[in-house]
């Protein structure tokens, strides 16, 4: 027997189930912003407390680096960044067509001749699905070059933890983050502990945890390998992989969002310009790449992709 309460729930969750896309979105943002209003008064009553001003003293929220760390951030990580940037946006867009697309306009198969031959006929899929994939190898390549690289330039001092005391640091960021009173920023030099985890999670873990689940779900995972299959179940692969896409969804809205209120033109001159100056080059190359991007998610629909396609398969109905 159902009891009021229980009505209630089941009528508040129906009501939520027939609101749209937009306006459940429109909701949780509200709840979000509700939720950080209360996290940052709480959190300004901590910082207020001797303990935690202690604490913050002693780790004022960025760990030293190694003596031989590089400081700077070379030209070769700013095109990293855009290229990476770039092929990330339309990853997302294409994963979120063939996630929610019932009825593809076209589909593809790939030319089973040249270098690469199967012994069975290809597998036809959509086109959408065939924009993905092939965003998700140039973003590996493009992945695998800057591993390459950030390791042989030293730049991964940077990046990767060096000292335990990185997580206390982290702690004492987070706080002076949600206090609104913004740690020491001087990214030119060193990241600050919050800053150093989030991109080692980034880069060593939910990109690798991108990868294997796609290719877990993609045709070239061998379909014979039962043992293998077992111990690493389709299932599990796409339990995962949603939710790395929305981890790099919150990445980059949080991460553009404290790049333009932490300092603007200095943090986008690091990121664009490879300079250490307050101007407006970063700004301008910035802006510049934010044009590319608008082109490219507006020319990545069918009616353009088909000609691209037809070059490597063929493209059907």
Known sequence: ???????????????????????????????????????????????????????????????????????????????????????????????????????????????????????????????????????????????????????????WMRIVPTSWDVFPNAISAGLQYLSLDWPTDDGWVNYNGLQLLTYFITVFIAAPLAIITGLRMSGAWPKNATTLNKIYPIQAARALHFPVMLYFVGFIVIHVTLVLATGALRNLNHMYASSNEVNWWGFGIFAASLVVMAAAWFLAQPLFLRPVASLMGKVTK
């Open 1 to 155: 027997m159902s009891t009021p309460k229980s009505k209630q729930a089941a009528g508040i969750l129906e009501r939520w189930n027939g609101l749209g896309l937009w306006a459940k979105i429109g909701v949780s943002a509200v709840g979000l912003i509700v939720l950080l209003g209360v996290a940052v008064l709480v959190v300004r009553w901590l910082t207020s407390l001797t303990a935690i001003q202690g604490f913050m003293t002693t780790y004022p929220g960025a760990s030293e680096l190694p003596a031989n760390a590089p400081v700077g951030l070379p030209a070769w990580l700013g095109w990293q960044h855009f290229i990476n940037t770039f092929l990330i946006l339309l990853i997302i867009r294409s994963g979120w067509q063939v996630r929610t697309t019932k009825r593809p306009a076209a589909h593809w198969i790939r030319n089973n001749k040249g270098l690469i031959k199967t012994p069975g006929n290809p597998t036809k899929i959509s086109l959408d699905l065939w924009f993905h994939l092939t965003l998700d190898a140039l973003w590996v390549l493009n992945g695998a070059i800057f591993i390459v690289v950030l390791f042989f330039t030293g730049q």
